[in-house]
T-cell receptor
Framework: GDSVTQMEGPVTLSEEAFLTINCTYT??????LFWYVQYPGEGLQLLLK???ADDKGSNKGFEATYRKETTSFHLEKGSVQVSDSAVYFC?????????????WGLGTSLAVNP | GAVVSQHPSRVICKSGTSVKIECRSL??????MFWYRQFPKKSLMLMAT?????????EQGVEKDKFLINHASLTLSTLTVTSAHPEDSSFYIC??????????????FGEGSRLTVL
């Protein structure tokens, strides 16, 4: 079945460091890919998404490119801030129709130190 | 973005009692709502998918008689944990997809409800 594999955390970086969080997937068909973020004490929210191969999703300085050839959707940011400290989840949409559901990675905790 | 509200955010109950958690889409109509359970340092586990006006579809291993889901309107879904036990203690999260959402329709998440069963 469909699955998402995400690099294990926690990841600890200094402010202004470069961030990469790896995400690879297995899926039938052509899923959409997502990164969600959960800030401390808050609910999940969509960070960015890509719906087809070679699409690049971007938001708040974060980017991820849908790579079908490597089945990857790695999250990157050139210069992280303390406020980026959160748990990041990679997900893909599986299934069909109205019951299309998200398949989740385990989440990667990021801590950015000043 | 769209707002999904969950209530209560925290609930503590005695073993054997039932607890109801509400999930409301405040500014859009949600044809589909999803209920997840999140364990510490674990990913989200999808429990069930509910479509307005029909029975929920439960994931394998989730007891439908224990976790009752009602999606009576386009803006409200409820999860009732019946005869709760300490092992049901967890963080429950709902999400909703709008009527007009496309194939890759964004899910909007509630804030989550922390259930502690004593």
């Amino acid at each position: 079945g469909d699955s998402v594999t995400q690099m294990e955390g926690p990841v600890t970086l200094s402010e202004e460091a470069f961030l990469t969080i790896n995400c690879t997937y297995t899926a039938t068909g052509y899923p959409s890919l997502f990164w969600y973020v959960q800030y401390p004490g808050e609910g999940l929210q969509l960070l960015l998404k890509a719906t087809k191969a070679d699409d690049k999703g971007s938001n708040k300085g974060f980017e991820a490119t849908y790579r079908k050839e490597t089945t990857s959707f790695h999250l990157e940011k050139g210069s992280v801030q303390v406020s980026d400290s959160a748990v990041y989840f990679c997900a893909l949409s599986g299934g069909a129709g109205n019951n299309r559901k998200l398949i989740w990675g385990l989440g990667t905790s990021l801590a950015v130190n000043p | 973005g769209a707002v999904v509200s969950q209530h209560p955010s925290r609930v503590i109950c005695k073993s054997g009692t039932s607890v109801k958690i509400e999930c409301r889409s405040l500014d859009f109509q949600a044809t589909t709502m999803f209920w997840y359970r999140q364990f510490p340092k674990k990913s989200l586990m999808l429990m069930a998918t509910s479509n307005e006006g029909s029975k929920a579809t439960y994931e394998q291993g989730v007891e439908k008689d224990k976790f009752l889901i009602n999606h009576a309107s386009l803006t409200l879904s409820t999860l009732t944990v019946t005869s709760a036990h300490p092992e049901d203690s967890s963080f429950y999260i709902c999400s909703a997809r709008g009527v007009l959402a496309g194939v890759s329709g964004e899910l909007f998440f509630g804030e989550g409800s922390r259930l502690t069963v004593l």
